[in-house]
Nanobody, 126 residues
Framework: QEQLVESGGGLVQAGDTLRLSCAAS????????MGWFRQAPGKEREFVAG????????HYADSVKGRFTISRDNAKNTVYLQMNSLKLDDAAVYSC???????????????????WGQGTQVTVSS
């Protein structure tokens, strides 16, 4: 059974750095495009970053471009989200998602993904 488990969330101050991890199991990880989404209280879930199955293509939401970096290690079945210069608005529950893919694309729509992790909380204080 496919499973995604996020880790690395926590409480940080504005301007700090945090790295999230998403470990996959029960699937051939290198066949899946991966994405990170977030949901703040009272808001809809939004796209953060996406990466192709090989890692050669990435895409970011405008709100995080230049501050966040998505990457993956297919040997470790893990996708990462490096978050630099965190802002108060970045506080949310961050979830990773996987989509079986044979085209080498990345995806930014929720409906494109096949299954999701439970999420990890990121809290940013001033």
């Amino acid at each position: 059974q496919e499973q995604l488990v996020e880790s690395g969330g926590g409480l940080v101050q504005a301007g700090d750095t945090l790295r999230l991890s998403c470990a996959a199991s029960g699937l051939t990880f290198s066949n899946y495009a991966m994405g990170w989404f977030r949901q703040a209280p009272g808001k809809e879930r939004e796209f953060v970053a996406g990466i192709s199955r090989s890692g050669d293509r990435t895409h970011y939401a405008d709100s995080v471009k230049g501050r966040f970096t998505i990457s993956r290690d297919n040997a470790k079945n893990t996708v990462y989200l490096q978050m630099n210069s965190l802002k108060l608005d970045d506080a949310a529950v961050y979830s990773c998602a996987a989509r079986l893919d044979y085209t080498g694309s990345y995806y930014y729509k929720e409906v494109s993904y096949d299954f999701w992790g439970q999420g990890t909380q990121v809290t940013v204080s001033s």
